[in-house]
């Protein structure tokens, strides 16, 4: 069966393409971006929010949003029903990342063709992610489909363990998700950093990224901190790394002082539930040892930070 597949999800996009199924995409939301491919399909959302701001007005624009209920995407039902999709591929997540369950389901109810189904996604952990990977392939008719990609990620994860497994160490690594206010990431990266051999200290498998304090990052004193923010690449989060970096206890830190602060492409890697949650698995495993683990994304999904700016 063929169908018209509209995902509103920057992760869910990928999956979709990884499953084999890119032909059958007709829309997308405007943060599908990979594979580069998609840049040509429609964009059925957009932002409420100023995403050139810095850091901490994008947070408090957002948390102003979400306060009064309201997802910080919109859905243009009208671009919708022009495209007529038999699937809808959005997410319940977090409402912070991807366009809403409930504004998807606004938007269906004002279409008035094509009664296309909605499959939400929910991925919390690595386990939420492989189920979320064989939901959208049952729901495109193929679910061996998603066994057989589910099953090869799973073994390139392994063979990311087996070559931090002969390590010596397994240092402490903060994953930073947002910089001004700190947020430590949570979901599935704590399960990222054990498979490339890291110990996350604040971290818990399965649950939401939370605020941290300076102080309690002072506190832990990781060994490696890793800055990915959400939605940011590279380039924007060497940018946005002031307040922090001219932070006394920032300088302080073990981590800083022995120049192992790297900076990751967040958005590309560290915030997608999808099939390159195994890439972002590798980059953690550069970082975390860069003696042993080598898959060629120094330069491209990680940089070395410096405290004079510099890469």
């Excluded at 939401?208 to 923010?229: C, F, K, M, Q």
């Amino acid at each position: 069966m063929t169908h018209r597949i509209v995902s509103l999800i920057a992760s869910a996009t990928e999956i979709v393409c990884a499953l084999g199924f890119e032909r059958q995409l007709v829309g997308r939301s405007h943060e599908c971006d990979y594979p580069p491919s998609v840049a040509g399909l429609p964009a059925c959302s957009a932002s409420k929010v100023a995403i050139g701001a810095a850091s901490r007005d994008i947070d408090d624009q957002v948390r102003g949003i979400v306060a009064d209920g309201l997802s910080v995407y919109r859905v243009d039902s009208a671009i919708l029903d022009g495209l007529a999709p038999t699937v809808i591929v959005t997410q319940t997540q977090c409402e912070v990342c991807a366009v809403s369950l409930k504004d998807v389901e606004a938007a269906v109810c004002e279409l008035v063709g094509s009664r296309p189904r909605v499959v939400s996604l929910e991925p919390m952990s690595l386990g939420d992610i492989w189920n979320d990977i064989r939901a959208v392939a049952a729901a495109l008719g193929d679910l061996l489909r998603g066994d057989d990609l589910v099953a090869r990620l799973v073994d390139r994860l392994a063979a990311v363990r087996a070559a931090a497994r002969s390590a010596p160490t397994r240092p402490s690594l903060a994953c930073i998700e947002w910089i001004d206010p700190l947020m430590s990431a949570g979901n599935w990266t704590p399960e990222l950093v054990e498979r490339a051999g890291g110990v996350d200290p604040f971290g818990e498998a399965g649950k939401h990224s939370g605020y941290l304090r300076i102080d309690d990052l002072a506190a832990a004193d990781p060994e490696v901190v890793v800055i990915a923010p959400c939605g940011f690449d590279i380039e924007r989060s060497r940018r946005e790394m002031t307040p922090l970096a001219t932070h006394p206890v920032w300088r302080q830190l073990s981590a800083v002082r022995a120049g192992r602060v790297a900076i990751a492409d967040g958005n590309q890697y560290f915030n997608r539930p999808g099939p390159r949650v195994v890439e972002t698995a590798e980059i953690l495993a550069e970082i975390l040892h860069p003696e042993r683990c080598d898959f060629g994304h120094r330069g491209r999904g990680w940089i070395p930070w410096a405290n004079d700016g510099g890469d």
